[in-house]
C-alpha cells in the first residue's frame, strides 16, 4: 500500500515536471519568433485597424442642408435689466444737525416740492438778522447826506430804508440817477453790504432740500440727528415713471440697429411692452463683447421696477446675403463639414453673421453647398459619409 501511494506522488511530480518545460520551451520559441518577425506583425495588426477604420467610415450617414444665400429677417433675442434713467444722490451744501420731514429709509415715496430734509438753521438767521440791522445802521448814517448832497433821490432810498425788515429778504437796491450818487453809495460802503446779506439769504434756503421731482428712496446715508457736513450725501433717490432697459448686443449685431427702433419686451409670456431705442452706446464691454443699447419704456400697463429683468426681441432686416444653418453642424472654432462631390468630407472655416435661438447666419458659404447639419463622431476630414436626405 505504501509503495503505491509514493509511484503516484511521483508521477505527479514527473507530469508537473513536464508541463513546465513544455510552457519555457514555448514561451522562448515565441518570444523569439516575436523578436524576428515584429515587423510583419505589426504591418498585419495595422492592415486590421485601417480595414476596421475604413469599413467603419463608408457606414457613416449624415444629414445635409443645400445652401441658398439670401437676404434673411433676423430675430435678436436677449435680456435687458430695468434701469432708472434718473437716479441721483441728493448732498447736504451747509453743515448742521439734520432733522427729516420723511422717514430717511428704502423705499419711501415722496412727491416733488416736498421738504426731504432740513439742517438746523437758528445760527444761521440770527448772524443774518445781525448784518441786517447793521447794514440798518449803516443806512441811516448816509440818509442825511443824501438830503444835501442828493435830494432827488433821497426818496427813493428813504423807501429802501423803510422796506426793510429783519425778517424778510433785502428789498431791490434803487437805481442810481447819476454817477455821483453812485459813487458816493459805493465810498460808503453800501453796495458791498447789501451782497453780503444777499449771499447769506441764498445760502439759508440751502438749509432747506426739497425734493426736485416725485420719487423715492432707494440708499439711506444718514438719519434724523445725526450732523452733516457740506457735499455729504444724505440719501439716493430714483425719480417716479422714467425707466428704461439696457440690453447688451453683439458688436456685430449693431448695423442692425438704429436710433427709435421698435423693441418688443416681455415681463413674461402673457405680458408684452413696446419699446423704443433711445441710444446706442459708444463703448464695448470688454467681459461680454457686447455694446449696452437702451431702450426707453413707450407705455406700461404692468408694474416694473428697478433691476428687474425683461426679455427682449429685436427684429431686424439683414443687409447681406447669408444662409442659415444649426448650430448643432459647427464644432472647433467656428468650422462646419462640407460633403464634396466624392461624398467626401472637408472642413470649412464659417463666417458667423449673427447667432440666434438654435441657428446662425452664414455669409461665406457658396449657393450649392452641401452642409453637414449635425454632428457626427468618429470621422475626420477626407472620411467617407452617405446622404440620407438627397
Not at 156 to 164: A, G, L, R, V
Not at 258 to 281: D, F, V
Not at 354 to 371: E, F, M
Amino acid at each position: 500500500m505504501k509503495v503505491r501511494q509514493i509511484l503516484i506522488i511521483l508521477l505527479n511530480f514527473f507530469l508537473l515536471g513536464l508541463i513546465i518545460l513544455s510552457f519555457n520551451i514555448g514561451r522562448k520559441g515565441g518570444v523569439k519568433y516575436g523578436v524576428a518577425n515584429a515587423e510583419k506583425i505589426r504591418a498585419e495588426n495595422q492592415k486590421k485597424i485601417d480595414t476596421t477604420n475604413t469599413n467603419s467610415e463608408k457606414s457613416k450617414y449624415v444629414s445635409v442642408v443645400t445652401v441658398e444665400n439670401q437676404l434673411f429677417s433676423i430675430t435678436l433675442n436677449g435680456y435687458g435689466k430695468v434701469i432708472a434713467s434718473s437716479s441721483i444722490n441728493i448732498s447736504s451744501e451747509v453743515q448742521g444737525i439734520l432733522t427729516s420731514n420723511i422717514v430717511l429709509k428704502k423705499g419711501t415715496h415722496f412727491k416733488k416740492g416736498q421738504i426731504l430734509f432740513s439742517i438746523k438753521n437758528t445760527d444761521a438767521k440770527l448772524a443774518l438778522k445781525s448784518k441786517k440791522s447793521s447794514f440798518l445802521t449803516l443806512l441811516t448814517s448816509i440818509l442825511p447826506d443824501l438830503t444835501i448832497d442828493y435830494p432827488t433821490s433821497y426818496n427813493n432810498w428813504k423807501i429802501f430804508y423803510d422796506k426793510i425788515d429783519v425778517d424778510k429778504p433785502l428789498p431791490q437796491l434803487p437805481e442810481f440817477k447819476n454817477s455821483k450818487e453812485k459813487s458816493f453809495i459805493i465810498s460808503r460802503n453800501i453796495l458791498s453790504q447789501y451782497y453780503s446779506i444777499k449771499s447769506d439769504e441764498e445760502r439759508l434756503n440751502k438749509y432747506t432740500v426739497v425734493a426736485p421731482f416725485s420719487g423715492s428712496i432707494i440708499q439711506a446715508f444718514s438719519d434724523n440727528g445725526a450732523i452733516v457736513s457740506p457735499g455729504m450725501a444724505v440719501i439716493k433717490v430714483l425719480r417716479d415713471g422714467k425707466l428704461e432697459i439696457e440690453i447688451p448686443v453683439l458688436s456685430k449685431n449693431l448695423p442692425l440697429l438704429k436710433k427709435n427702433q421698435k423693441i418688443e419686451l416681455r415681463a413674461n409670456k402673457n405680458q408684452i411692452i413696446e419699446g423704443t431705442i433711445s441710444r446706442i452706446g459708444d463703448y464695448i464691454n470688454s467681459e461680454t463683447q457686447t455694446v449696452p443699447v437702451f431702450v426707453k419704456i413707450n407705455d406700461s400697463k404692468i408694474a416694473l421696477y428697478n433691476g428687474m429683468y425683461l426679455e427682449s426681441t429685436i427684429r431686424c432686416e439683414s443687409n447681406e446675403m447669408a444662409m442659415i444653418i444649426p448650430r448643432t453642424a459647427i464644432f472647433s472654432d467656428e468650422k462646419v463639414y462640407v460633403v464634396d462631390k466624392d461624398n467626401k468630407l472637408i472642413e470649412t472655416k464659417i463666417e458667423i453673421s449673427t447667432y440666434q435661438d438654435k441657428t446662425v447666419l452664414v455669409t461665406n458659404l457658396k449657393n450649392g453647398t452641401k452642409v453637414v447639419s449635425e454632428a457626427v463622431i468618429n470621422v475626420k476630414e477626407g472620411s467617407e459619409v452617405v446622404i440620407l436626405n438627397k
